[in-house]
């Protein structure tokens, strides 16, 4: 398996509410039950066997995540809102390591610490078994959060991803989440970067609208609904740090 997988994980993020510039810290650095929260988003992934295939994307504070994880491989995004942000824009920057590569590419984020490594497994079971060129990890939380929705048709096809400040009243009501993790065919996924556009209220280039371009392109794309909830929540703010904590001293202790 990890021979035609490579991992990106997403650490860029200075972590803004969480006063990163006082603290001198990115966001993936901050600490969540004694470890960073990228500790977590890489314990997930212990199966990779190369460590090189699992890439990080650094930017703010770069040295402070690429000096205790010289294993893995690094790639800078430059801080340069007038080139490009959002997470799209981030997995872009990946191209030229990943090179040639014809397998799958794992997108992770890492301030998301709660994914377990058996939710990662079975999304790649899900995503090979369907001969899937992207399959999306989801969650069917009854609760009005600040995520993405999944947007199916009235046959329950699934027709994309929408982040809640586009949504509209409507779409708001739905209640699966993306989790902005996914699998994708390596050589599509740089492809459709290439036609990325970022029209939207923020100005992002977002991942989210990929699995849409594979579908307009008549590629194979599906969702891996999985269980485990609390697996969707990502550190944004001291809250959520705070939460996210409790959450893994809880599970350590079972």
């Not at 993936?28 to 990779?48: E, Q, T, W």
């Not at 579908?215 to 599906?222: C, D, L, R």
């Amino acid at each position: 398996m990890s021979d035609n997988l490579k991992v990106v994980i997403l650490a860029a993020g200075e972590g803004t509410r969480l006063h990163s510039e006082d603290a001198q810290i990115p966001k993936a650095m901050r600490l969540a039950a004694g470890n960073p929260l990228i500790h977590y988003v890489l314990k997930s992934v212990d199966f990779v066997e190369n460590k090189k295939d699992i890439i990080i994307v650094v930017g703010y504070l770069k040295e402070t995540i690429m000096e205790p994880f010289p294993e893995y491989t690094f790639v800078i995004q430059e801080i340069d809102r007038s080139v490009g942000y959002g997470t799209g824009f981030a997995v872009k920057c990946t191209e030229q390591e990943v090179g040639e590569f014809s397998g799958d590419v794992l997108v992770l984020m890492g301030d998301m610490p709660l994914i377990s490594r058996e939710t990662i497994l079975e999304l790649y079971r899900e995503h090979k078994k369907n001969n899937n060129d992207c399959t999306n990890l989801s969650y069917e939380i009854n609760k009005d959060l600040p995520f993405g929705r999944i947007i199916r048709d009235e046959n329950g096809n699934y027709q994309g991803i929408i982040e809640k400040r586009d949504c509209t009243d409507e779409q708001k009501k739905i209640r699966e989440y993306n989790s902005g993790n996914a699998i994708f065919n390596s050589k599509k996924l740089f492809e459709q970067l290439a036609n990325l556009k970022n029209n939207n209220k923020s100005g992002e280039y977002y991942l989210t609208d990929i699995p849409k371009l594979f579908i307009e392109n008549n590629y194979k794309v599906g969702v891996y609904k999985s269980e485990n909830q609390n697996e969707i929540y990502g550190v944004n703010s001291i809250e959520d740090l705070e939460f996210i904590e409790n959450i893994i001293k809880s599970n350590s202790t079972k």
